[in-house]
Structure formats: C-alpha cells, structure tokens
T-cell receptor, first 111, second 114 residues
Framework: AQSVTQLDSHVSVSEGTPVLLRCNYS??????LFWYVQHPNKGLQLLLK??????LVKGINGFEAEFKKSETSFHLTKPSAHMSDAAEYFC?????????FGAGTRLTVKP | DGGITQSPKYLFRKEGQNVTLSCEQN?????MYWYRQDPGQGLRLIYY???????QKGDIAEGYSVSREKKESFPLTVTSAQKNPTAFYLC?????????????FGPGTRLTVL
C-alpha cells in the first residue's frame, strides 16, 4: 500500500524568500501525486498534479513540484513567498483505487 | 457555476443525536468522498462511492453512514455511535477511470457536539 510523508509539520519563511515544502512517498506502482492547499476553515484546492508526464510540474500561484523517482520525493517549491501563501499544504499519493493524504505542512509567511 | 456545495457550514449537536451533513455536486462526477479532518492529522477517509447505489467504507467508517441515491448527492449521517464526532468534515468528488483522479472539494462543515 502506498503512503506519503510530509517531512515538516510547520515551515516559516519571510515574504519574498523561497518556499520549500517536502514530501516523500512510497508506492508499488506508478503513482499519481498531487499538492493541495487549504486556507483556514476552507476546502482544499488543487495546486498541481503529476501523472507520469513531465517530471517538473507547474501549478497555480507560481508553485511547482519535481517528481524524483530515485528519491521517491515530490517537493513543492515557490521562488518568492507572498503573504497570501500562508496556509496548510497537503501532499497526496494516488495509486489504483486509493488516495492517501499527508498530515499537512503549515506555511507561515512573515512580513 | 460548477462545484461542490456542503451545508450547513457550522453545525451544533447534542450528545446522543444523529445529524446529517449534506453534499451536492454538479460536476457530473461519478465518485464522491467524505473525509474527516482533525488538527494535525490531515484528512482521513470515512466513506466513498464510485457509482450510484454503491459505497465502500474508508479508514474510519465506524459511527457513520452514507447513501448514494443520486449521482449528485452523497449525504453523511453522523450517528450517536460516533464517540468523538467534533471535527471538520470535507466532501469531495472526482472522475473515476480505474481509480480516483484529482478530487474537487467542498467548503466543509464544522460539526461541534455540545
């Protein structure tokens, strides 16, 4: 069965500096991978997804993620953080009939 | 305007009462899901349904029940058997092509048991 681990429960950055949210996964097959964002008391919004095409995936709001099979990682990055990026981020692995959510990483952006 | 709606946004219940959370989608998706979210624990799957009149238990189905009589609707009942029902509940839907594709989420219902 697949699983996903978000390596940091909380990340704090200053506005204008790069963002790195780390995600490792385990899967027996070729998984699909997703990043979602959740603002307080809201539903989840899809940021980007990987489905075995290009390994560098570009998403909304300037985010991107790179699928590295050899490292079983799918880290989320953004060159320059904005205050509006402050939220909870979830990495998700999907394989066959099952989707698994990571525990989430809370991103704080300091002015 | 396509999407998923959940109602109510906030719900209060006394101990021992059953309560039903509504979820409706107009995306023509085959699959629908219910998740529970607790602080620091991410999302946990309660039930999911691939097609009308069929549904499967997720990881934490005890104390919950669902129905799927229409493609657009997937209500969740939190029964009195659920020992700790206070949580944020999220409904989602997706297409289903041999497995779940990207899921679209509703805005959530926050249930508080008094």
């Amino acid at each position: 069965a697949q699983s996903v681990t978000q390596l940091d429960s909380h990340v704090s950055v200053s506005e204008g500096t790069p963002v790195l949210l780390r995600c490792n996964y385990s899967s027996s097959y070729s998984p699909s991978l997703f990043w979602y964002v959740q603002h307080p008391n809201k539903g989840l919004q899809l940021l980007l997804k990987y489905t075995s095409a290009a390994t560098l995936v570009k998403g909304i709001n300037g985010f991107e993620a790179e699928f590295k099979k050899s490292e079983t990682s799918f880290h989320l990055t953004k060159p320059s953080a904005h205050m509006s990026d402050a939220a909870e981020y979830f990495c998700v692995v999907s394989e066959r009939n099952d989707m698994r959510f990571g525990a989430g990483t809370r991103l704080t952006v300091k002015p | 305007d396509g999407g998923i709606t959940q109602s109510p946004k906030y719900l209060f219940r006394k101990e021992g009462q059953n309560v039903t959370l509504s979820c409706e989608q107009n995306l023509n998706h085959d699959a629908m899901y219910w998740y529970r979210q607790d602080p620091g624990q991410g999302l946990r799957l309660i039930y999911y349904s691939q097609i009308v009149n069929d549904f499967q238990k997720g990881d934490i189905a005890e104390g919950y029940s669902v129905s799927r009589e229409k493609k657009e609707s997937f209500p969740l009942t939190v029964t009195s058997a659920q020992k700790n029902p206070t949580a944020f509940y999220l409904c989602a839907s997706s297409t289903w092509a041999g497995g779940p594709n990207e899921q679209f989420f509703g805005p959530g219902t926050r249930l508080t048991v008094l």
